[in-house]
């Protein structure tokens, strides 16, 4: 089955300074990769997501990438703010299992400074 | 639309009691998945639904938990003889079908927080 592992587990920014967040994954068939943002106590919320059909995402101030051949993709945060703070997952999927069946990481806690 | 609704959100119980979480999909969604969270740590995926069906349960432990989604009402996570382990956030999530098109994402709920004494 699909292995996905996520670094750094921790990263700290100066508020207007970009974030990265890496995952490499271990099924080449899988086909999609979401991210979810998880604030304290709350739901994780789909941030961006990207599929296996394109190689790069953006959404204002929140791009995806995705380099199949090396199986890694990266979320990128630019001009990070206070709110940005919060526990982000990567996850894949592969068409061999069940589709809502995700293999998340294990998870970056962002923490923005002002 | 309601988005996913699970409760309850949060649930105390001693061992060796029974616990049920109830999840009701977002209108129009028929397809059910439940995860688990374990403190400070990642969503690992336990069973996927359909109504009146189990599609894969293949992250569901063995014994003492159980799932179903029936044609009326929610679908229920049922966890038997709670032991402190047990304790942990669980998530559901429902999406519109099992396609994979640019229209289909999985959206949680805001979970049911299991406490074990």
């Known amino acids: 089955g699909e292995n996905v592992e996520q670094h750094p587990s921790t990263l700290s920014v100066q508020e207007g300074d970009s974030a990265v967040i890496k995952c490499t994954y271990s099924?080449?068939?899988?086909?999609?990769f979401p991210w979810y943002k998880q604030e304290l106590g709350k739901r994780p919320q789909l941030i961006i997501d990207i599929r296996s059909n394109v190689g790069e995402k953006k959404d204002q101030r929140i791009a995806v990438t995705l380099n199949k051949t090396a199986k890694h993709f990266s979320l990128h945060i630019t001009e990070t703010q206070p709110e940005d703070s919060a526990v982000y997952f990567c996850?894949?999927?592969?068409?061999?299992?069940?589709?809502?069946?995700?293999?998340f990481g294990a998870g970056t806690q962002v923490v923005v400074t002002p | 639309n309601a988005g996913v609704m699970q409760n309850p959100r949060h649930l105390v119980r001693r061992r060796g009691q029974e616990a049920r979480l109830r999840c009701s999909p977002m209108?129009?969604?028929?397809?059910v998945y439940w995860y688990r969270q374990l403190p400070e740590e990642g969503l690992k995926f336990m069973v996927y639904l359909q109504k009146e069906n189990i599609i894969d349960e293949s992250g569901m432990p063995k014994e003492r938990f159980s799932a179903e989604f029936p044609k009326e009402g929610p679908s229920i996570l049922r966890i038997q003889q709670v032991v402190r382990g047990d304790s942990a956030a669980y998530f559901c999530?429902?999406?519109?079908?099992?396609?994979?098109?640019?229209?289909?994402?999985?959206?949680f709920g805001a979970g049911s927080r299991l406490t074990v004494l």
């Open positions: 209108k129009g969604h028929s397809h």
């Open positions: 999530a429902s999406s519109p079908s099992q396609v994979f098109s640019g229209a289909n994402v999985l959206t």
């Open positions: 996850a894949a999927t592969s068409p061999t299992d069940s589709w809502g069946k995700l293999q």
């Open positions: 099924d080449s068939a899988s086909n999609y």
